[in-house]
T-cell receptor, first 114, second 115 residues
Framework: DSGVTQTPKHLITATGQRVTLRCSPR?????VYWYQQSLDQGLQFLIQ???????AKGNILERFSAQQFPDLHSELNLSSLELGDSALYFC?????????????FGDGTRLSIL | GNSVTQMEGPVTLSEEAFLTINCTYT??????LFWYVQYPGEGLQLLLK?????DKGSNKGFEATYRKETTSFHLEKGSVQVSDSAVYFC??????????????FGTGTRLQVTL
């Protein structure tokens, strides 16, 4: 058990809809990361937050947004969903934002768009 | 930009065989390097890490040495078990401490160990 909790585990919805994925980091970790895993793109970094502030952006679509709350949990919002958004979305956390810190991953949310 | 190249899978081995999964990277400076393992239906688990040249990371019988001269971080295990069957990812951390620390992943190598 990594200590990172993601909910829900599975999400099935239709095109055009909006969903929210939730992540609780390991106790004491200040940095949260979101990644997308798909068969064609592999594991892609989406966005990082550190202590409530956005720290880095990767290949995140404009239809996607995220935030980190004062209690350090994070939410990833996906809107105007398309079939191609079907993927496994992982949250990870680390103690600090330093690059030599390992990231600890949750079990992911599997998003299926019908 | 940063990139990671892993050997193509799947890799199929008999139990107790020697394992090598090749990983090379492209980056400026001195990035941290990681190996993660993903078992079916689960998230990624940190297997081992190395933060500077010539460091050797090790865990559960797996080892990898940070080779700056060859920009490589190959994963090895002397005797694999059926329970090692999983997908292994090589990952590159940020090149400077204190900056954003996203991970850049390789494509993953699926290992299947048979009896």
């Amino acid at each position: 058990d990594s200590g990172v909790t993601q909910t829900p585990k599975h999400l099935i919805t239709a095109t055009g809809q909006r969903v929210t994925l939730r992540c609780s980091p390991r106790s004491g970790d200040l940095s949260v990361y979101w990644y997308q895993q798909s068969l064609d793109q592999g594991l892609q970094f989406l966005i990082q937050y550190y202590n409530g502030e956005e720290r880095a952006k990767g290949n995140i679509l404009e239809r996607f947004s995220a935030q980190q709350f004062p209690d350090l949990h994070s939410e990833l919002n996906l809107s105007s969903l398309e079939l191609g958004d079907s993927a496994l979305y992982f949250c990870a956390s680390s103690l600090t934002a330093y690059s030599n810190q390992p990231q600890h991953f949750g079990d992911g949310t599997r998003l299926s768009i019908l | 930009g940063n990139s990671v190249t892993q050997m193509e899978g799947p890799v199929t081995l008999s139990e107790e065989a020697f394992l090598t999964i090749n990983c090379t990277y492209t980056a400026t400076g001195y990035p941290s390097l990681f190996w993660y393992v993903q078992y079916p239906g689960e998230g990624l688990q940190l297997l081992l890490k190395a933060t500077k040249a010539d460091d050797k990371g090790s865990n559960k019988g797996f080892e990898a040495t940070y080779r700056k001269e060859t920009t490589s971080f190959h994963l090895e295990k002397g005797s694999v078990q059926v329970s090692d069957s999983a997908v292994y990812f090589c990952a590159l951390g940020g090149v400077n401490t204190g900056t954003a620390s996203k991970l850049t992943f390789g494509t993953g190598t699926r290992l299947q160990v048979t009896l």
